[in-house]
């Protein structure tokens, strides 16, 4: 087996060989990540409504179906308009901390039986439960930390109380979304990332990051579009107007 | 690929394809469709073309210092509790995953689609060591059931009907089932969710990993990359070396031209950054985060002849514009990469022995060049690595003897006056219809399969001195 250092001898060599080098460079990254990613989010707080048309229109594209509600109030009939649509009996969400609501009472109350995760869990008994849970509901409830408008994305970190699997499993994913979580292009996404891994508090917070542009899809038969292979196969995405 | 597949001259493997109706309908139909969805999603993105040179110079800046990026890349992905193996070789890489697979106890391990993989043979060596590779990207997936390799690198099933995956489920997995494909997914969709929920391990590649804080990138449209990464509790990823870049700035670059080039969208359904194995305080995940560091033959052309293809982000682009590609699929290229960047890919390697076939499987019309999101120079290395074969000695010694002939004519005026002169004369049997065909000797193996336009009457040498 080869070793780290000589490996690295290796690749050092054949580098110090290249013949003709000529000049290139990555990408600039912003000096200052925390501002500049204020600076996006101030400018995006005046032109949030040009970027959620944006999101709407491209979010349909890719087959996302869009609800626009007035406030957090109206979120769970929104949701349970789509669980009777589909006819859905089991939902999980994420906890309703990471959420920034509590869906499960409004929910069970259009008919849902609804499992919350809770921040802080993580035994393997409730790892295994969990997963069960996510796979035998219909329906999955998560917020976005961010929501890419260019490109119809949500994106979505991982961590405690907002389990991977919730939007992944069930048949149906719902995420709900303020317009401070708009951006506009994946530039300024870039900058979010790089605000994020030098932030002391986020950095550390969950290990995934998911960018979801609309359903699970494939056109490997036949290079017929198919939706919901592995993942959902609906994509909803519920915009609260109230800031 | 399999050896008695390796052992058919590659113009018998070539002439095979030609004559299955089937794969040529099927190329044509694939390969336009991809063609057109790229062309449409770059003609509404007049940034596509900065962004492109962009990608090209990150591609570079990286290489000429990998040895920085990789160590940045391992230290980092260290410090996030993953991993890090390095793997000089295709065996070694092998052996990293058995070891880890015996010493946890692994029984079946699911993939999401990797070229890496592929290129060491990984499923093979699972398989004989008690070990069941599940491949669960739906195109992977249908040409392991049916044992078979990919023919394209993105869509690997694309030579097969929707009557012959029918067949194929219905047989494997105990059913009757119709030639549908939104039933036969759906199919897929059962048969491959139990066993996301039962894996012990997720095996992936990796589209980027980016040095600056230790994440695994992965593109994928149906979720599987997600499944793997989220279920089993070993996630092992295994990327050769120059997938590593620099910072997240960089990644969203290339996330900006990838999909576009490869299927025409915006982004994939979806892109995963894995930062290490699950966190404190996080309820599901791997717990478990292996990277396992390829080089199999890349390092050595950092300083040589294929370094560009180094840069490829492996989007099948040139696969769908090649002319050779349209017409013979992936199989016949016989190894694990196919189309214009798969015969560089193969001789990077393989080894340029491995080519002397391919190496001229190509009209070097650039069309490659053209759709490469990072502008790697195919037919330039394609010449290139044609003349090593030639000074190698590993060219035919007809082909050696014709162009060493050919370079004396060319070098001298005289020479090439006079073989004008006789060209003319020698011709003359073997003009038909105002076109060379049918020639003797060596010269018969060019006009076999095309024709040539004879030598004119007078040359531009001869009347450039009278119209001057």
Redesign the interface.
């Known amino acids: 087996m080869t070793g780290r250092a000589e490996f690295l001898e290796r690749i050092r060599r054949e580098v110090s060989k290249t013949p003709g080098l000529f000049g290139a460079s990555t990408a600039t990254r912003p000096a200052d990540p925390a501002t500049a990613a204020e600076t996006v989010r101030r400018e995006l707080a005046e032109r949030w409504p040009q970027a959620l048309e944006r999101f709407r229109g491209e979010f349909e594209r890719v087959a996302g179906v869009f609800h626009r509600v007035p406030d957090l109030a109206a979120v769970p009939a929104a949701i349970g308009a789509i669980a009777r649509e589909h006819g859905a009996l089991r939902a999980v969400t994420w906890d309703p901390a990471a959420l920034g609501f509590d869906a499960a009472p409004a929910l069970t109350r259009e008919g849902l039986e609804v499992v919350a995760a809770r921040a802080g869990q993580e035994d393997e008994a409730a790892r295994l439960r969990h997963r069960e849970q996510a796979a035998r509901a219909q329906l999955g409830v998560t917020g976005a930390d961010l929501v890419l408008a260019e490109t119809g994305t949500l994106i979505l970190l991982s961590g405690s109380g907002r389990p991977r699997s919730t939007s992944l499993l069930p048949d149906v994913h719902v995420a709900v979304f303020g317009r401070d979580r708009l951006v506009e292009t994946l530039e300024q996404v870039g900058v979010m990332l790089e605000a994020l891994h030098v932030d002391p508090d986020r950095a550390m917070s969950g290990a995934m990051i998911n960018f979801i542009t609309g359903p699970s899809r494939t056109a490997d038969i036949e290079l017929t579009l198919t939706r919901g292979v592995h993942g959902p196969k609906e994509v909803h995405a519920i915009f609260v107007e109230a800031p | 690929m399999s050896d008695a597949l390796l052992r058919t001259p590659f113009p018998e493997r070539a002439g095979a394809a030609l004559k299955d109706k089937f794969l040529q309908e099927?190329l044509k139909?694939?390969t336009t469709?991809f063609i057109d969805l790229r062309k449409e999603s770059f003609a509404g993105f007049p940034q596509g073309e900065a962004l492109r040179d962009?990608a090209r110079?990150?591609k570079?800046?990286?290489?000429?210092?990998?040895?920085v990026h990789?160590?940045r890349l391992?230290d980092n992905v260290e410090r996030?509790g993953g991993q890090?193996h390095?793997?000089?070789t295709a065996g070694?890489a092998r052996?990293?995953v058995l070891r880890l697979c015996r010493d946890r106890g692994v029984r079946m391990a699911v993939k999401s689609k990797s070229m890496a993989t592929e290129e060491i043979d990984l499923n093979e060596a699972l398989e004989h060591a008690g070990v069941t590779p599940v491949e669960?990207?739906?195109?992977e997936y249908?040409i392991q059931l049916a044992h078979e390799k990919p023919s394209h690198i993105i869509?690997?099933?694309?030579h097969?009907?929707?009557g012959q995956?029918a067949e194929l489920f219905s047989r494997e997995l105990h059913g009757e089932f119709p030639a549908d494909?939104?039933v036969?997914?759906?199919v897929?969709?059962k048969a491959?969710?139990e066993k996301?929920?039962q894996a012990d391990m997720g095996i992936t590649g990796a589209n980027f990993a980016v040095a600056?804080?230790g994440t695994v990138v992965l593109v994928t449209?149906?979720?599987?990359g997600?499944?793997v990464?989220?279920?089993p509790r070993i996630h092992v990823a295994l990327i050769g070396?120059e997938k590593v870049?620099?910072?997240?700035?960089?990644?969203?670059?290339f996330?900006?031209i990838l999909a576009r080039s490869a299927?025409g969208?915006?982004?994939?359904?979806?892109?995963?950054?894995?930062?290490?194995?699950?966190?404190?305080?996080?309820?599901?995940?791997p717990e478990e985060l292996h990277l396992i560091?390829l080089?199999n033959g890349r390092?050595?052309q950092?300083?040589s002849t294929l370094?560009e293809a180094l840069y490829c982000l492996r989007c099948g682009a040139c696969l769908n514009v090649c002319p050779v590609y349209r017409q013979i699929g992936g199989h016949a290229y016989g190894y694990t990469y196919p189309g214009p960047i798969g015969i560089l890919l193969t001789a990077m390697l393989k080894g340029n022995e491995s080519v002397r076939e391919l190496a001229h499987a190509s009209s070097l019309c650039g069309a490659c060049k053209d759709v490469c999101p990072v502008r790697i120079d195919i037919p330039r290395m394609l010449v290139e690595l044609r003349e090593h074969l030639d000074r190698e000695k590993i060219a035919p010694w007809t082909e050696r003897v014709v162009f060493k002939a050919l370079r004396r004519l060319l070098l001298s005026p005289t020479a090439y006056r006079l073989s004008a002169t006789v060209g003319r004369l020698a011709q003359r049997p073997f003009i038909r219809d105002g076109r060379l065909r049918g020639l003797p000797l060596v010269f018969g193996q060019w006009t076999k399969t095309r024709d040539l336009p004879p030598v004119a009457a007078r040359t531009f040498r001869e009347r450039w001195k009278e119209l001057r």
């Not at chain 2, 869509?155 to 694309?158: E, N, Q, W, Y």
């Not at chain 2, 449209?221 to 599987?224: D, S, V």
């Not at chain 2, 982004?267 to 699950?278: A, D, F, N």
């Open positions: 099927a139909i694939a469709k962009r110079a990150i570079e800046a990286t290489l000429q210092h990998l040895d990789l160590e391992a996030l890090v390095w793997a000089t070694e052996e990293m669960t990207d739906l195109g249908i869509a690997p099933a694309i097969k009907t929707k995956v494909p939104e036969l997914t759906a897929a969709r491959l969710r996301f929920l600056d804080t449209n149906e979720g599987n997600r499944m990464t989220s279920l070396v870049i620099p910072s997240m700035t960089d990644l969203v670059v996330l900006a299927t969208q915006k982004l994939s359904s979806y892109t995963t950054l894995v930062r290490g194995p699950r966190r404190a305080g996080e309820l599901e995940g560091l080089d390092s050595r950092i300083a370094r």
